[in-house]
Every structure is written in C-alpha cells, then in structure tokens.
C-alpha cells in the first residue's frame, strides 16, 4: 500500500542528494505540479524557483488565483505572462498532437529564459504516470502526446526531474493531503489548457469562448453539488461545428459546445457523470445566454476508453 509520509522521506532524501544546483518548476497550481513543487522545495529551499507560465489558454481568472496558492504556500515563485507567444504560436493550428508538440516546445523556451535568469540547471516537471503512458514510446501506442512529455525538444539545455514520475492521480491526491496542500482535490486541468479544449483551428476569439464556457460549467456545478458529490473532473468543449438556431427572432448559425463531466480514480480509465437535468437546463441556458456566438450545448456519455477524458 501507498504511503505518503514513506515517499516522501525518500524522495527528498533523493532530491537532496541528486539536484546539486537551482532549479525551476513549471507549475500550474494543480495538484500534481504543487505536490512536486512542495516535495523539491523541501529537498533544496531557496534554490527552487516555482514558475507560473500564463500561455492564453488558462480558465478565467487563473493567474491571480494560481498567485494566492503560491503566496500562501510560501514558494518562491515567479509569474510569466507569455501568453502572446503561445496565442501566436498556435494561430490556425488545428491538428491535436501538433498543438501538444508546440506548446510543449514553447513552454521549454520560456522555462529555459527563466532557468537563465535564476541560474538553473535542473527543470523540475509534475509529470505522473498516466502522462507518459499515454504519450507512448517503445511498445506503448501514443494515445496522446502531454505536453509535458511528447512535447519536449529531443534537445534541451536544463536537466529533467521528474519526482512523482511513477505515481497515479490518487496515490499524488494522498501525497497533497499527507503535506497540507489547499489544492489536493482541486479537479484536473491539461498541462496545453484550453488549446485543447477548442477543437479545430486556435483563434483568439474561439478559446475565449471556451474559457467562458468552461467557467459556467465549472461555476454551475460548484453551487449545485457540495464537493463530496462533485464528479471528478468537468469542462466544456469547443467545437468547430456551426448550427442554425434561433436568438430572439432571429437566425443565427452559432458553434456548439460539449460539456464534459466524469467520475474517475486515476485517469486511466472513467465513466460519464449522471447529472440532473435540471443542472444541465441551467448550464445550457447560461450558455447560449451569455456567449452569443454558441446556439447548442450537448451532453458527452461517453465512458473511457473507448473515449479518452479530454477530447483532444
């Protein structure tokens, strides 16, 4: 059986013997990149540097609250908005695994002028099993590539250390309870973000639109559930589908959105969240209501597999 306070003991006794130098992490303030975070932190002190990269694809609202966490976590952190290089970066790319491949790339770029200021060697990632699994290499197919995995240059110039590499998404939640993290049960957020939310071509105007869509099915069903009924993980999905429907009396021919929620332990495997119609009636009409470019919300009960949990 897991167990946190073992792991951890270890692990920093293995960090401080191995990582002979600064470092920098990229961390989103989800739980897997906290944890590792924490777990470095306690192993090397000041010579982490946390590093909160902004790349446009985010929720709403999800740097200042990211800042919060590392405030009150007492990290040495740094926050880099860099979200016009990524938004450029990907413009009118629409292929699931070139987006990965791209923002993974970007995203060494900017965490290595982070390294250079701060003087690092190492780069310190959050990646857990499921990452690397999916991402394929050897006998393993490629599900799809994380970012954090596929998307890394088969060159670069910083150290890669990886502490939770071989846990799963519980044995990782176990970890943040074990060290007090405040966002041990926060719900999964993809490392590419929203880039992989909008389906089709990334515009500017589009993954907008999912990030308004994504906070109202977030915010709807946080007041509708209390957090021990809340499903595992929930979002909405831009699709690159237009429809006519009907504003007012008038015609419009408008983008659909998917909305997405799942129970799941680990990530390997899940089943659609039975939600109240109810809830759904109130996450569509908020929807169409105040995204006036999106005229149908649709419900996904797909299991995983055959489906995965995101749909890029």
Known sequence: MFNPETFVEEKVRE??????????????????????????????????????????FMRKNEAKNVEEVFKRAGFNYRIVDASDEFL????????????????????????????????????????????????????????????????????????????????????????????GIETAERQPFPGPGLAIRVLGPITRERVDMAREANAIVEEEIEKYYDFESR????FAVLLPVRSVGVHGDKRAYGYTVVVRMVESLDGMSATYFRAEHELLDRIANRITREIKEINRVVYDITNKPPGTIEWE
């Open 231 to 234: 499903p595992w993980q929930y």
């Open 15 to 56: 960090l401080a013997e191995n990582v002979d130098g600064k470092a920098i992490i990229a961390c989103s303030g989800g739980v897997d990149s906290t944890v590792a975070a924490k777990i470095v932190e306690m192993a090397i002190h000041e010579n982490l540097l946390v590093v909160f990269v902004d790349t446009g």
């Open 88 to 179: 450029n970066e990907l413009e009118g790319v629409s292929e699931p695994e070139e987006k990965r491949k791209k923002i993974g790339a970007k995203f060494i770029e900017v965490f290595e002028r982070a390294a250079k200021d701060f003087g690092a060697e190492y780069l310190v990632q959050g990646t857990i099993a499921p990452d690397w699994i999916e991402s394929g290499g050897g006998l393993r197919d490629t599900i799809k590539s994380h970012h954090n995995v596929g998307g890394l240059p088969a060159k670069m110039n910083l150290k890669l250390v990886e502490p939770l590499r071989d846990l799963y998404k519980d044995e990782v939640r176990k970890l943040a309870r074990y060290l």
